[in-house]
């Protein structure tokens, strides 16, 4: 058969073989067909049915076959002996016809060595199986060694997998190299976001700010939030102070301690929220200028007032809460509010106080609420101030005789007692008088003596005598 040069008599006598199922015989007569240098060693078709007959009689002589023969459909065959898992074998078919991507996809996904895989990479150089060898590695937890592939493979394309790899294993570092050169490729929102944030988790603010100063494409405050919230306050202080969100940036520095700075963005911010938080802040760090510079605004809106209050007297800073309340007392948009809770304060902590505030500034105080502060304190003579401010003259007349010792006052008492609704306060202030002082009885009863009953005034008295007596 070597000598023939019919191709009928190949094809027959080939025929011949296969139908009587000899495989091995049919390899042997292929041998000298192909391989001893015949008129149809070349024939495609003749290489291809050497190899697939070994392939499926005996696989030991394939590797050979595939090695000597330069003229069979390698792509088919190779697929062929995927199929009957001759890996090594179809590594060598795509290998020596230089299909390197898919080579290369053998050795990852069949043979399943990596270590092989980047053998292969390294010597072939080519990007796309870098990128296939970058995939793999990712995919096995590999992320510095995939960063350094993708790298070689300029390959952004799955960005979003490395950077969420990257993120559960800690590779900032590399994660950085990574979305550098991604950002080269491709100008990605989340690319360049995600550098920002690979750069604050790396502590490297200096490229971090350099980046922000120039045009960018990224999400600078959400990427600021998400620094706040890992506590990252000196990068997030960057991305805040970039787009103005003074509002954060006034927390931000509250966290890092620099209070003044703080203080400084909350009037940019000018948000009431932001001044409570800025001035709690404050308190907390016994920071109380400040704090008053914040309180400042922030009492001047009745609704925030209370919680103000609550967050110095909670803490004990009494002083601190007072001094605050009295200078807000001249500003613009001073309110009833703070009169009031002025007063309350001065009854429980500076009693000596009350009385004067209460003289400025009566009309501007919530009057049920401060009697009830003045009553729980035992300032009787500012409860009578107030009980005749508030028009309660029988209030007031009552106060000054149970508490006559720091209440009573000869002057005011002779004044509200016309004043009283209730009569029978007349004959009472009469016993008082009687009782406390009996030498001022006839200036009391010359006032009185227009608006009483005489008959009951004169039965008053005799009754009063007759009890004395008795008592001698």
């Known amino acids: 058969m070597s000598e023939t040069q019919d191709p009928e ?63 069979y459909d390698a792509p088919d065959i190779a697929k062929i002996a995927i199929g009957s898992e001759l890996y090594e074998e179809a590594f060598a078919i795509f290998k020596k016809f230089d299909v390197n991507t898919s080579a290369i996809q053998v050795l990852i996904e069949h043979i399943k060595n990596l270590d092989r895989a980047y053998e292969f990479a390294e010597r072939c150089n ?41 993120h559960k294993t800690g590779n900032w570092e590399d994660l950085v190299r990574y979305l550098q050169m991604a950002r080269k490729k491709a100008r990605e929102s989340h690319i360049e976001s995600e550098l920002i944030y690979a750069f604050a988790k790396t502590g490297r603010l200096a490229d971090l700010e350099e980046f922000i100063s120039s045009p960018n494409h990224a999400d600078i405050s959400r990427i600021g ?11 997030a202080k960057l991305l805040y102070h970039n787009v103005s969100n003074f509002g954060r940036l006034a927390i931000t520095l509250v966290h890092l301690k620099e209070f003044q700075g703080a203080v400084d963005s909350a009037r940019k911010a000018n948000s009431t929220r932001t001044w409570k938080e800025v001035c709690f802040a ?15 605004h922030i009492v001047v809106h009745a609704d925030e007032l209370e919680d103000l209050i609550n967050y110095y007297q909670s803490r004990g800073y009494f002083e601190e809460l007072i001094s605050l309340l ?52 035992h300032l009787w003579s500012e409860l009578v101030f107030l009980y005749d401010k508030y028009e309660e003259y029988d209030n007031a007349v009552l106060t000054m005789m149970n508490h006559p010792t720091e209440a009573w006052r000869e002057g ?25 002082k009996p030498l001022l009885l006839n200036d009391l009863l010359l006032i009185l003596a227009p608006r009483m009953d005489h008959t009951r005034s004169v039965n008053f008295f005799t009754n009063v005598r007759f009890d004395n007596y008795a008592n001698v």
Request: glycine share 2%; aromatic share 10%; with cysteine.
């Open 225 to 235: 939030d998400r620094c706040f919230d890992d506590g990252l306050y000196e990068p």
């Open 9 to 71: 008599d190949i094809s027959i006598t080939v025929k011949a073989f296969m139908t009587a199922d000899l495989p091995n015989e049919l390899i042997e007569l292929l041998e000298k067909i192909v391989l001893d240098n015949s008129a149809f060693s070349d024939h495609r078709n003749l290489q291809n049915l050497l190899i697939l007959t070994a392939i499926k009689a005996d696989r030991t002589r394939v590797m050979e076959y595939i090695n000597r023969l330069d003229n």
């Open 412 to 436: 005011h008492f002779k004044e509200m007692i016309t004043k009283v609704a209730n009569i029978e306060l007349y004959y009472k202030a009469i016993q008082f008088y009687l009782d406390y």
């Open 326 to 377: 009295e200078a807000a007392l001249g500003l613009e948009r001073a309110h009833m509010g703070m009169f009031t809770e002025l007063a309350i304060l001065y009854s429980k902590y500076k009693p000596y106080k009350m009385k004067e505030h209460l003289e400025l500034f009566w009309s501007r105080v919530n009057i049920p609420k401060v009697l009830k502060a003045a009553e729980q304190a």
């Open 282 to 296: 404050c308190v907390d760090n016994e920071e109380f200028r400040l704090a008053q510079m914040c309180g400042l």
């Open 126 to 166: 080519e990007p796309s199986v870098w990128s296939l060898l970058a995939r793999a590695q990712l995919s096995e937890g590999m992320v510095k060694e995939s960063i350094d592939s993708f790298i070689k493979a300029g390959d952004p394309s799955v960005y979003m997998d490395v950077v969420t790899t990257a």
